[in-house]
Every structure is written in structure tokens, then in C-alpha cells.
């Protein structure tokens, strides 16, 4: 992972990466080692700018980290875990650390027990270097991306009259394992009616009636890299204004999807997209930004088509393009795909049918 130290303007003599217990786990540990097993509470990992690693984990799970060329120390007792790395740091002077992933206490630990150390933050360097995916990232989105998608298509058949929005979200979450998925890559959105207005309500106890948007959110987890994608169904037949509302967002995900690709500003898709639907009669509904980068994470930083977002698209980035429109008391549409950034535009990860579908 020396990709990270080329992000770096000031090099630090070896960057150190700590998880604390769940749900403070950093995303980096698995960037960094490859891992796609394993949960590494109280896990620490060394890198090195020469590409060397240095893994000191709990003997829970010695047996799962062996699947890394890292150099493995194993602790019994979690108190014990920092002293099996202080011959590593004895000859350095300035360590990089994730800011934006370690654990407030832990990061005070380590202050506590290396006080002649210099700590820099390495956070931006991550979020660079993981916004460009390479070959086995991509494999593995590709395939979560996959899954999600046979899942989708499965809807129509799940959905009938009374139906709760749970059943519904527990379906989806057992087919998403049952084609290949590690887990969902998120809490599944599966929400009915008026929720459907709700970008992130995600189901509860609520009928499905005629008349009713469906909106189902979801992704699969594979090898701990997500996809993520959204489709709005109609229960029975749509009123003028169900089907307007999703007319004017498929038409603004196609001005996202031409508009994305290398070398372009990401605001400006997010503008486009935005612009398309303020001139709509959907005017002021669009209320969040156009789609966000993919990865380790679901929402996995950095990069993202928002109007304040001025990085340049480049290739091997994934992103989502996920306009929606949102009439409280009424119902929402939004339709999410997940593309590969390409030199001449974008490559759809995501393929699921976006037709208007009678469910
Ligand atoms: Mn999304």
C-alpha cells in the first residue's frame, strides 16, 4: 500500500493504524491488509514506506490474519497489545494516523505511552488513494453490485397487498445473502407510501396499499466492498404525479450518467442534475446531493457529485448517481445506480430494469 505514502507531502517514518472495538473499527486496517474476514477489535497495523506491514492482533484472531505477507504479532491480553510495537517505533520520529478513524481514547493512549513522538494526521492520503480503485476492488464491487441487482429484480415477485414494510426489508436481506453477499452493505430501505418522501427511513410497520410507491434501498456487502443501488416501484397504477415524479428523476439520472466521466469537475454533475430538476415542477424537492463515492465504506468520503465537491473525476473512481424528488406527506422517487468513471463516460456497475414497473 505504498499508494497511500505517495498522497503524503510530509512522509512519515511508518503510519499506524488502531481499531478500538466495534463499531470504531477503521476501514484503512482492511484497505491496507487485504483482509475481508475478520472483525480486528483492538487490532493495530504498521506500514511502512517501503510497502512493509506489521499486524499486532489479538489471538482470537491470529488464525484469519494469516492470510496477509504481513509480519504477525499476537497479543493474549488487549493492555499488552501497544508495548508489542514499541521496538517499531523506538527508531521513528513522526507517525501518520488516521485522524478521521481512530478512537479518541486511543489515540490519548498512544500520546500517553509515545509522548517524544510526532503524530500527523494521514487522513486526506486514504481518501485519495482509496477514491481510485484498483483491479481486486473492483472485482469485488463488481460482484456486490451483481448481487444486489438479481435481488431487485426478485421485488416485483416479493410485494402484495398488506405486506409490511419489514417482511419486506427481511426478504431482501435473506436473498442478499442467499445469491453471495457477506451481509447487507447497509440497513435496507423498504419503505411504502408517504415514507417513500423519507430518504433515509428505512421500514417499519406499514401496509403496502393500491396506490402506493415502493422504494427499495439497498446494497450487498462482498468481501467488505459495497454496492448500492435504489428503485421505485408502483403498487397497481401510478396517478399522473407518481408517474411525472418519476419520469423527472430517470430523466435526471440519464443527465447525471452522460455528464460523469474523466476529467470533469464533480459539482458540475451534481449542477446538471440539479438544474434539470429545479426547472421541473419538482422545484426545491431534490434535497440531497446527486451520489457519493463507493467502497470499503457505502458513503466512503472524500469524493462525492455535491455542488461544493470540486475534485476531477478521474478514472477508476466509483461513484453512485442517485437523484430522487421528495413530496412529504405523498411519496418520493429515487433511482440509484453505481458507475465506474471512464475516460469517454461511465461504465454502469448496476443494471437492474429502471422501467416504471406495476408491481
Ligand atoms: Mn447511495
Do not use: W
Not at 451483481?146 to 429484480?153: F, K, L, N, S, T
Not at 459539482?267 to 446531493?289: L, M, N, Q, T, W
Amino acid at each position: 500500500m505504498k499508494r497511500v505514502f505517495s498522497h503524503l507531502t510530509v512522509q512519515p517514518d511508518l503510519i499506524l493504524l488502531q481499531n478500538a472495538s466495534e463499531p470504531f473499527i477503521d476501514d484503512n486496517f482492511f484497505y491496507v491488509t487485504g483482509l475481508d474476514q475478520g472483525l480486528f477489535e483492538g487490532s493495530t497495523a504498521l506500514l511502512y514506506p517501503d510497502g512493509g506491514l506489521d499486524l499486532i492482533v489479538s489471538e482470537l484472531e491470529a488464525e484469519t490474519a494469516k492470510h496477509t505477507d504481513a509480519h504477525l504479532h499476537t497479543y493474549k491480553k488487549k493492555e499488552t497489545s501497544n508495548g508489542l510495537f514499541q521496538p517499531q517505533l523506538a527508531s521513528a520520529t513522526t507517525i501518520g494516523i488516521n485522524f478521521a478513524g481512530i478512537a479518541h481514547q486511543q489515540f490519548m493512549k498512544l500520546l500517553e505511552q509515545f509522548p517524544s513522538k510526532q503524530f500527523i494526521d494521514v487522513s486526506d492520503a486514504f481518501t485519495k488513494s482509496r477514491a481510485i480503485k484498483d483491479a481486486t476492488e473492483l472485482a469485488h464491487i463488481k460482484r456486490a453490485c451483481h448481487i444486489a441487482d438479481q435481488v431487485m429484480e426478485k421485488i416485483p415477485e416479493l410485494t402484495r397487498e398488506s405486506l409490511y414494510e419489514y417482511e419486506l426489508a427481511a426478504e431482501i436481506g435473506y436473498l442478499l445473502q442467499k445469491h453471495g453477499a457477506d451481509k447487507p452493505a447497509f440497513d435496507i430501505i423498504s419503505s411504502f407510501g408517504a415514507h417513500t418522501a423519507e430518504p433515509h427511513y428505512t421500514h417499519g410497520k406499514t401496509r403496502l396499499h393500491r396506490g402506493d410507491l415502493v422504494l427499495c434501498d439497498f446494497g450487498a456487502c462482498f468481501k467488505k466492498y459495497n454496492s448500492d443501488i435504489t428503485r421505485a416501484f408502483i403498487f397497481g397504477s401510478p396517478s399522473k404525479q407518481q408517474q411525472d415524479m418519476y419520469d423527472t428523476v430517470l430523466e435526471a439520472q440519464e443527465i447525471g450518467i452522460e455528464t460523469a466521466r474523466a476529467g470533469i469537475n464533480a459539482c458540475d454533475v451534481h449542477r446538471a442534475v440539479s438544474k434539470y430538476i429545479e426547472k421541473s415542477p419538482f422545484a426545491g424537492r431534490f434535497i440531497h446531493s446527486t451520489g457519493h463515492s463507493l467502497g470499503l465504506a457505502v458513503h466512503d468520503g472524500g469524493i462525492g457529485f455535491t455542488d461544493e465537491c470540486t475534485d476531477i473525476l478521474q478514472e477508476h473512481m466509483v461513484l453512485t448517481i442517485e437523484p430522487g424528488v421528495y413530496l412529504p406527506g405523498i411519496g418520493g422517487v429515487r433511482i440509484e445506480d453505481d458507475v465506474l468513471i471512464k475516460k469517454q463516460g461511465v461504465e454502469f456497475l448496476t443494471t437492474a430494469s429502471k422501467a416504471f414497473r406495476r408491481i
